[in-house]
């Protein structure tokens, strides 16, 4: 009987060194040790009942543990996105202002460039930053030191000089359709033919354009072309008061 307790003993050794590899020593007696075994086993059963199954746990925190892996590696590639497109804002408004400045430059090269076929003289200031226009003409009259505001234009400078400002602005600006309304009202014959000229040269070089003009002016001594087409209107009654319709109220109820 003592070799079998002997062997038990060694065996209860090697199992408790799986679990500790070195020895401890005690000074508390077996009952005291049972007692704080059986009240650590209560403790287990009462926090495995309240938070649930030890496997399951483990379950739930590698699942936790990979959406949050998920979570983290698709907010790095947002944050590598957001990055990416912030450079590339930065680029295209740099681009925006190189783009924006070299069609100002064609605008005021072209507006210069009509009115130079009257010998007039004028510049375009474009104000980006508070979004303004200004628009200063010199009449072909070389003893002017400064150029003038558009106000103090005659009526036929005026509108010839608005007339190479909206050509210019064609220069620069995407329409399939380009539209004039009575642009030579106050024009005289010589800046009217200049107007014409200007207007026709630019619509034969932008033939996948269609322009439309309306002027109340006889149009006859247009150039004959398959390109160019005359629509004429009839001329409104003047004095006219009331509409004339075909039936009288009483037809209306006897129904003719």
């Known amino acids: 009987g003592h070799f079998i307790c002997i062997y038990e ?31 650590l086993r209560q403790k287990i059963n009462s926090e495995r009942e309240r938070t649930g199954d030890r496997e399951e746990i483990i379950r739930q925190l590698q699942e936790a ?28 408004h740099k681009t925006y202002l190189h783009f924006r400045r070299f069609l100002t ?37 070389g003893n002017k030191a400064a150029l003038d505001d558009m106000k103090s234009l005659s009526g036929g400078e005026r509108s010839f000089s608005t007339c190479c400002f909206i050509l210019s602005l064609w220069s620069i600006a995407e329409s399939p359709f380009r539209c004039l309304d009575e642009f030579d009202v106050f024009m005289d014959m010589v800046n009217r033919r200049i107007a014409m000229d200007m207007m026709l040269k630019m619509a034969d070089s932008q033939r996948y354009r269609q322009f439309i003009l309306l002027t109340p002016q006889n149009m006859s001594s247009l150039p004959t072309s398959s390109l160019i087409r005359i629509l004429r209107m009839e001329d409104p009654e003047r004095g006219q008061k009331m509409l004339n319709f075909s039936c009288t109220n009483e037809e209306d109820e006897d129904g003719e």
């Open 9 to 39: 003993e060694q065996e209860m050794i090697v199992k408790a060194s799986k679990i500790h590899s070195e020895r401890i020593e005690i000074t508390r007696t077996y009952k005291s040790l049972d007692t704080e075994m059986n009240r």
């Open 65 to 92: 543990k990979e959406k949050y892996q998920s979570a983290e590696s698709k907010s790095k590639n947002l944050k590598k996105f957001i990055k990416l497109l912030d450079e590339m804002m930065v680029q295209r």
């Open 105 to 141: 430059m064609r605008c005021k090269y072209y507006f210069d460039s009509l009115l130079n076929q009257r010998s007039y003289s004028g510049k375009i200031e474009f104000d980006h930053k508070n979004e303004r226009l200004s628009i200063t003409v010199q009449p072909g009259n």
